[in-house]
């Protein structure tokens, strides 16, 4: 079974768009979420990669993104509310420790804690749509003339690690039908057999490598996979997605303070920024049908 954040092929128009102009057009909603702090804006984000993932069909890549995201916004909220320790609107009185002191929970510090945990959500979501889109081939052709061992590094991490994960969940799978009378696979020995499966697989792709004639370097002509006439679209929408957030940060729109009280901008501009970036998002995708890339 493949693993959703692995790369496929897909029919869609992001699929077969350059890879320059998927980064772009990817890359800049991620920009606009570290950007921002105001939660309208962000949900504006994340509202733009949900259509853009949609329409590229990697609903399953978002879904991947969506638990870790649950995940990680349980851990940061918890956390931020504990080791931050200000605001005015106190929730809970805690306790006193003999190093950090009295700690206390405000409402302040959580609602910092779900803009940080809504902020990585959004990106985690981006990087998976790119993940699964975006041929890493492409992209090693992208950056071989400016950083050719680098540009292989970072192609072959994007392969091997949705291999790592698909070996992590095999391996999950058979310890589990073993049957009832078995010994329980802790997770230090699923661990070790990860690691020793990934060194194993990490020698051979080095001996592959050197047997197709990568230590001389890389080739001088590559075969260029047929680009879809619609690039543009994308590299125009990551380029007003980017120009609108950037724009709209330098002029003052969607505020956020959490301290000492919460204050929100939710002026007109600030839901007018939210709203337009999913309909940039989805703008790349309209008068293109079928198989039409």
């Known amino acids: 079974m493949r693993p959703a954040l692995a790369y496929s092929p897909r029919p869609g128009p992001l699929g077969r768009a350059s890879a320059l102009a998927a980064a772009a057009y990817l890359g800049s909603l991620a920009v606009v979420a570290f950007a921002f702090s105001n939660p309208i804006v962000l949900a504006g984000a994340g509202a733009a990669v949900a259509v853009a993932g949609l329409a590229a069909r990697a609903g399953g890549a978002l879904a991947a993104a969506a638990r870790w995201g649950a995940s990680l916004s349980v851990l940061i909220v918890a956390v931020n509310g504990v080791a931050s320790q200000r605001g005015d609107t106190i929730l809970l009185r805690g306790w006193d420790l003999p190093l950090a002191g009295r700690i206390d929970i405000s409402a302040e510090a959580l609602a910092e804690g779900g803009v940080l945990a809504l902020r990585i959500a959004v990106v985690i979501a981006a990087f998976a749509v790119y993940t699964a889109c975006v041929d890493p081939d492409r992209v090693l052709r992208l950056l071989r003339p400016l950083a050719r061992h680098s540009a292989l590094t970072a192609t072959l991490i994007t392969r091997l690690v949705p291999l790592a994960a698909a070996d992590h969940a095999r391996l999950r799978e058979s310890s589990a039908l073993r049957g009832p009378g078995a010994a329980p696979v802790g997770r230090a ?24 004639g990568y230590a001389r370097g890389a080739p001088g002509r590559a075969s260029e996979a047929r680009r879809s006439r619609h690039s543009w679209r994308f590299g125009a929408a990551g380029a007003a997605i980017g120009a609108l957030g950037v724009g709209g940060r330098i002029a003052g729109v969607g505020g956020f303070e959490a301290y000492p009280t919460l204050a929100v901008d939710a002026e007109p501009a600030t839901l007018v920024l939210a709203a337009a970036l999913p309909v940039l998002a989805a703008l790349p995708y309209l008068g293109i049908r079928g198989r039409d890339g």
């Open 189 to 212: 020995a699923l661990g070790r057999r990860l690691v020793a499966g990934s060194l194993d697989r990490a020698v051979d792709v080095a001996a592959a490598l050197e047997l197709r």
